[in-house]
């Protein structure tokens, strides 16, 4: 950027030019927390499940509900409809669909197949705190903690296109984990159009978090090629192309449009950060930009690397997903060293005991320095 007579002219990062990404980031977190709240309102079974193409609908967690139900089950069918697919067009419920009738619950319980007559509750709405810190297993702390740093780090540079991204792939990612899925159920067959296509059409999503993956590899620290060549068309096609097999697999309830689209993007996003990667080290020859790029690098391939590892086994041998989303803690772990001591994202965190030149032989020095 440059001012009339031809000087330099460093832009702000710190100015409020981005604000929509915050409003986007918030307005997905207040969006699934109506979600949740009013999903609570209708007839369910009580209990938090996960599902996995191996294993359907599995009881976790109960949130008030019968205790017919144990925690493992497997719900192969409600009410003789069958709930083995997760990604089906919407079914109307059954007769004599309320608060304090029965529905007849088929599971799979240590082999046996069962047939339950389960009272449907209503889940209180203090179920949603207490989902939101423990989750299934105790630890959702580390996906507000994820939540947390993408927000932290945005206000301070509302600017800078890596923290609009790095918002953004949080707040998807951790915002499904903690907001969306405290109501996780295949009762959701049976919600009303509203939430069922709320539902549906956020989870369709994922390709979409992968390529503003990609798109930061490719933007940081600076703009890389194929960026800095044909940017419209890069980003036209990084959207456009997972966006419209999204759209198609919303459409025709395509689970194999999605997973293509999806596994494509993880590995688009792999190549675009070792890419990024290589050539910004080989290019650079600013200690604290070639201090950075390394802890980035390790950031995004140590979370997004296990969290594809985790979910190719839980989706192909039946194997649980790992505790929470630990493995994505790898992310703000690596970043908040980078921008500790290595200044990411330019953001003075601690003030530096020397002054400006303290600063500036840390910087040259390219080590870890308090600033």
């Not at 409809?81 to 669909?97: M, T």
């Not at 405290?182 to 994922?206: D, K, N, R």
């Not at 190549?271 to 910004?280: D, E, I, K, M, V």
Request: proline letters at 6%; glycine letters at 10%.
């Amino acid at each position: 950027m440059t001012d009339q007579g031809g000087k330099t002219m460093r832009f702000d990062e710190r100015r409020w030019t981005e604000g929509a990404w915050l409003a986007l980031g918030l307005g997905y977190r207040l969006g699934g927390v109506s979600y949740v709240l009013a999903a609570y309102q209708l007839p369910t079974e009580g209990w938090n499940s996960t599902y996995t193409a191996s294993t359907g609908w599995q009881v976790r967690m109960n949130q008030g509900g019968s205790n017919l139900l144990r925690p493992g089950d497997r719900i192969l069918a409600i009410a003789g409809q069958d709930v083995g697919q997760n990604f089906v067009p919407r079914r109307e419920p059954p007769a004599e669909w309320t608060v304090g009738a029965t529905a007849r619950y088929r599971v799979l319980r240590d082999g046996a197949v069962l047939d339950l007559d389960v009272l449907l509750v209503q889940i209180a709405p203090a179920e949603l705190p207490r989902y939101l810190l423990l989750g299934n297993d105790g630890t959702n702390v580390v996906a507000l903690i994820c939540l947390l740093f993408g927000f932290v780090v945005f206000l301070l540079r509302p600017g800078s296109v890596a923290a609009s991204l790095l918002l953004l792939i949080l707040t998807y990612f951790m915002g499904t984990a903690t907001i969306w899925f405290p109501i996780s159920t295949p009762m959701l067959h049976f919600f009303p159009p509203p939430l069922y296509w709320a539902y549906q059409g956020g989870g369709v999503l994922w390709p979409l978090l992968f390529a503003a993956a990609t798109h930061l590899a490719l933007a940081f620290r600076r703009p890389v090629w194929p960026l800095t060549r044909r940017p419209p068309l890069t980003l036209g096609l990084l959207y456009g192309l997972p966006a419209a097999a999204a759209l198609v697999a919303l459409i025709t309830f395509s689970s194999s449009v999605l997973s293509i689209a999806l596994f494509s993007m993880m590995l688009v996003m792999i190549c675009a950060t070792n890419g990024a990667t290589l050539y910004n080290l080989r290019t650079t020859h600013d200690p604290g930009v070639r201090a950075q790029v390394p802890w980035v690098g390790l950031g995004f391939r140590g979370a997004f690397v296990l969290a594809i590892v985790s979910l190719a086994a839980s989706s192909l041998l039946g194997v649980a997903e790992w505790s929470g989303y630990l493995y994505f803690l790898a992310l703000p772990l690596y970043l908040g060293i980078a921008i500790l001591c290595y200044r990411l994202f330019d953001i003075d965190v601690i003030t530096p005991v020397g002054g400006r030149g303290a600063r500036r032989e840390g910087r040259e020095a390219g080590g870890c320095h308090r600033e």
